[in-house]
């Protein structure tokens, strides 16, 4: 069954064709622009190609090179390729560009003699160009018994679109042949666009409404209720909002696609005067098409429905106001967001932060002092999602108040709205905490509030002076948020930190060093690592430090240099382990000779032949001796049988690059 997608596949593939044939010869046939004043003689001499004993390959070759700059004198050659079972492609592609009435007649020509898929590519040439002169050969093609030439035929009848070929492509969506009848509508479709674009806005109606009428596949019918409406204009409402009373699905989609095209807001209006009509699912789904449309038009049906009504609609209303953006809402929204409702009232908080202006601000803040506590805590809640900073007197005294959920929301708040001049306040908040909900209420709103200081040193300042004086457990959570905004100040407070007799603090600072974001730790974490007591707290830190030697960007002599400092400090095989790990992506000899010791560690051989192997594999061309009496190691180390397997490779490898001459640097 031909379709409008598969007659758009077919423009497709024949697009794909030509191109595909132009990047085979080095240019592109359908992007580069005819040249008109190309000199004859080079058309002539194209055109002789043509009618020459030349190659097949030759003759396309010309015929892409008259499509750009062919004239009338090209046209008789040419046409005489239509019918070549070869070349009738390459023939209509030089055609179909040459502005000559000439290249019309020779289709319409063809179109008398040709069959099978040579006629089916003119009747497609002939669409291209528009020619209305053919229109009753492609009306005698378009009652062939072949449905691939009748459909193609009609598919040509729709780009021309003239009253003539409009009447056969409306004969033809009553003919008995299903895939005709789609082929039909289709071509019905495209024609109902052409005449659009000629202002022809009843014919194109008229044609719109055949296909809706006819028996035809679904989507043309869809399609074609789509072109209908629209091309209706304001007058194709009543059939729109007819849609969404069928129950078919398709149609209902199409009708809340078109009701956000229409424009005016005389289309708003009727289709806000058409919810009641409809059920509450439908409603929802036409709110949302209504507030797509962005018309102020339907705002007052939009409070409305927000304030009262099945929670679906009034939740769809909500969402919209926010859309439209208007300060009216605001008392509604606010009023729903208190509510208590939980689905409505986080509907109404998204749509209160879209609305511009200070309304929703004002409003907030002349409920917030006068609220019972539960609705200070909501309203407290959206000082700080909508990140009110006006707000911040109030909620400093809500951070004293009485009732801790209020306290607590207040706290959270303060995390979305203070500067870093308030910064003090809530670290101090955290360090007098009445409870550990309060506690870790601070906590977060700290974690949340750093991230968006614009002085980093200035806020390690801040919370470093608090520390004297500071709880362990606040401090060991001071010391991993300092840890978290980096730097070189915040290095030398969490290194100190980790320095202190306090098992807990140093537990926290070697926790932030072994994840700093930069390789400024390096130094601290590997003194540490040889200094610290606890056996634990030397493990962390070196591993954190053999993690900045992988994963940060040094160069080779850097990361040599950690790994020679790290397997000196290392105490443990496993750290010796991550070494190798380091080492195996450091291509040179000097690595590699780091590497070689370990294999006599029966418990590092393994680890230590993967890396000797790693190194060997990147610097075997260029430094085979070193090569060569590492592989030599490895075979003698008993590691696997895969390993092994690759150390003889290596080793031959380097042999006989040394056996060449090869001159090798020591390592």
């Avoid at 090179?65 to 492609?89: F, M, Q, Y």
């Avoid at 509907?347 to 200070?376: F, H, M, N, W, Y």
């Avoid at 362990?472 to 320095?499: D, T, Y």
């Avoid at 993967?610 to 590691?639: D, H």
Wanted: with cysteine; net charge negative; glycine share 6%.
């Amino acid at each position: 069954m031909t379709s409008f997608r598969n007659v758009s596949a077919i423009l497709a593939a024949a697009f794909l064709m030509a191109t595909a044939t132009a990047v085979v010869w080095g240019q592109d046939a359908v992007s580069v622009p005819r040249n008109d004043a190309a000199g004859n003689g080079e058309v002539a001499r194209l055109v002789a190609v043509l009618q020459s004993d030349a190659a097949p390959f030759e003759k396309a070759k010309a015929c892409q090179h008259l499509a750009r700059i062919g004239n009338k004198e090209a046209v008789p050659a040419l046409a005489a390729l239509l019918a070549d079972e070869r070349l009738s492609t390459y023939a209509r592609f030089g055609l179909e560009p040459i502005a000559d009435p000439s290249v019309d007649a020779a289709f319409r020509a063809a179109l008398e003699t040709l069959h099978g898929d040579r006629l089916i590519g003119v009747i497609h040439s002939v669409g291209f160009r528009r020619d209305r002169d053919a229109v009753p050969a492609l009306t005698r093609l378009a009652a062939d018994p072949a449905p691939e030439i009748a459909s193609r035929a009609l598919a040509a009848l729709g780009e021309i679109a003239t009253p003539e070929a409009v009447e056969t492509l409306e004969q033809s969506l009553a003919g008995d042949v299903a895939t005709v009848r789609a082929a039909a509508a289709d071509a019905c479709l495209v024609g109902g666009e052409r005449l659009l674009a000629q202002g022809k806005r009843d014919e194109a109606v008229r044609l719109y409404d055949a296909v809706r009428r006819a028996d035809a596949p679904q989507e043309a019918r869809v399609a074609a209720t789509r072109g209908a409406i629209l091309a209706r204009e304001i007058g194709g409402v009543p059939l729109l909002l007819e849609q969404l009373k069928t129950g078919d699905e398709a149609m209902i989609d199409m009708a809340l696609r078109v009701s956000r095209e229409l424009p005016g807001s005389d289309v708003t209006t009727s289709l806000v005067a058409e919810l009641d009509r409809l059920p509450p699912e439908l409603q929802v789904r036409l709110i949302c098409a209504i507030g797509d449309r962005q018309d102020a038009a339907a705002l007052p049906a939009m409070r409305q429905r927000a304030a009262g009504g099945p929670e679906e609609v009034r939740s769809a209303a909500m969402y919209v106001l926010g859309q439209l953006g208007d300060a009216s809402a605001v008392p509604i929204l606010l009023e729903a967001a208190l509510s208590g409702e939980s689905a409505l009232g986080q509907t109404a908080q998204e749509s209160l932060k879209k609305l511009p202006g200070s309304a929703v601000d004002e409003a907030i803040l002349a409920k917030l002092e006068q609220a019972d506590p539960e609705t200070r805590v909501v309203l407290l809640g959206l000082v700080g999602r909508l990140a009110i900073t006006g707000a911040m007197p109030a909620v400093l005294r809500a951070a004293d108040a009485p009732e801790e959920p209020v306290r607590l929301a207040a706290i959270a708040a303060l995390g979305r709205i203070i500067g870093l001049k308030e910064l003090a306040i809530l670290t101090d908040r955290l360090l007098q905490a009445r409870s550990p909900q309060e506690t870790a209420a601070a906590e977060e709103a700290l974690k949340i509030a750093i991230p968006r200081m614009p002085d980093p040193d200035a806020c390690v300042g801040i919370l470093s002076e608090r520390l004297p004086n500071a709880p362990v457990a606040s401090k060991c959570f001071v010391i991993e948020l300092i840890g978290s905004i980096g730097g070189e100040p915040a290095l030398a407070v969490v290194a100190a930190a980790a320095g202190d007799s306090n098992e807990d603090l140093q537990d926290a600072a070697t926790r932030a060093l072994g994840t700093w974001k930069d390789a400024t730790a390096a130094p601290e974490l590997l003194k540490l690592a040889k200094t610290l007591p606890t056996e634990k707290f030397r493990v962390r830190t070196l591993r954190g430090y053999l993690r900045i030697a992988q994963q940060m960007k040094l160069s080779d002599e850097q990361k040599l240099a950690m790994c020679d400092e790290a397997l000196a400090a290392a105490q443990r095989d496993e750290e010796r382990r991550l070494a190798l790990n380091v080492l195996s992506h450091v291509p040179s000899a000097k690595a590699l000779s780091r590497v070689t010791p370990h294999l006599a560690n029966p418990s590092l051989a393994e680890d230590a032949a993967t890396a000797a192997l790693a190194i060997s594999e990147k610097i075997v061309q260029s430094q085979p001796r070193p090569v060569a009496e590492a592989m030599r190691q490895v075979l003698n180390s008993g590691v696997s049988p895969e390993k092994t397997t690759r150390a003889k490779s290596l080793e031959k490898t380097a042999t006989a690059k040394l056996g060449g001459g090869a001159k090798t640097p020591a390592p």
